[in-house]
């Protein structure tokens, strides 16, 4: 029943270790996107996909690389995760423009 | 460049007082606006939205109108409660729906 769903809820690893967070929706969404919300509740955009194609790519460290299976998943890995990495992070999805987008309940990382 | 800029939190009301959260954006085109609200632990929600000038968004008492001329969102409930604590994010996604762009949050505590 939940449209957009991650996993996992909750994350905790030693740095040097590489990690993936899940994400799937059942909206039959077009656009699906990555966001890190840091200590502060500052959300930023790190990737937007639409139809699996990735539209949007902010600075981000080439450590972390999505990849989007088909449309209703985008998959998020990270690469040697270090302290700076620990967040909450969200995905969500859009079926576009000025409709909103449904978030996930985000994926919180704790780097130690 | 795409911006929102919302008042800065925490904000303490007591219940059934009136509430007003201030939002302003700059943004090229024609943005949709947006503002989700985050329960403590969870993800974040859709609360409403407008998607042209002039338009009102409204849900669970809380109303907010696009403004174009002053450029702002703002978010009004004339009597809040204790269970409306969360934190409350201003939002535009421009005209190509490729991403969406968050104020800061606003951190409102409703006591009793």
């Known amino acids: 029943d939940t449209a957009v769903s991650q996993t996992p809820k909750y994350l905790v690893t030693q740095m040097g270790n590489d990690k993936s967070i899940k994400c799937e929706q059942n909206l039959g969404h077009d656009t699906m996107y990555w966001y890190k919300q840091d200590s502060k509740k500052f959300l930023k955009i790190m990737f937007s996909?639409?139809?699996?194609?990735?539209?949007i790519n902010e600075t981000v460290p080439n450590r972390f690389s999505p990849k989007s299976p088909d449309k209703a998943h985008l998959n998020l890995h990270i690469n040697s995760l270090e302290l700076g990495d620990s967040a909450v992070y969200f995905c969500?999805?859009?079926?576009?423009?000025?409709?909103?987008?449904?978030f996930g309940s985000g994926t919180r990382l704790t780097v130690v | 460049g795409n911006s929102v800029t919302q008042m800065e939190g925490p904000v303490t009301l007591s219940e059934e007082a009136f509430l007003t959260i201030n939002c302003t954006y700059t943004a090229t085109g024609y943005p949709s606006l947006f503002w989700y609200v985050q329960y403590p632990g969870e993800g974040l929600q859709l609360l409403l939205k407008?998607?042209?000038?002039?338009d009102k968004g409204s849900n669970k008492g809380f109303e907010a109108t696009y403004r174009k001329e002053t450029t702002s969102f703002h978010l009004e409930k004339g009597s809040v409660q204790v269970s409306d604590s969360a934190v409350y994010f201003c939002?535009?996604?421009?005209?190509?729906?490729?991403?969406?762009?968050f104020g800061t949050g606003t951190s409102l505590t409703v006591i009793p």
């Open positions: 996909y639409n139809n699996k194609e990735l539209i």
């Open positions: 407008a998607t042209k000038a002039d």
């Open positions: 939002a535009l996604s421009d005209s190509t729906g490729n991403q969406f762009y």
């Open positions: 969500a999805s859009s079926p576009g423009t000025g409709m909103g987008g449904d």
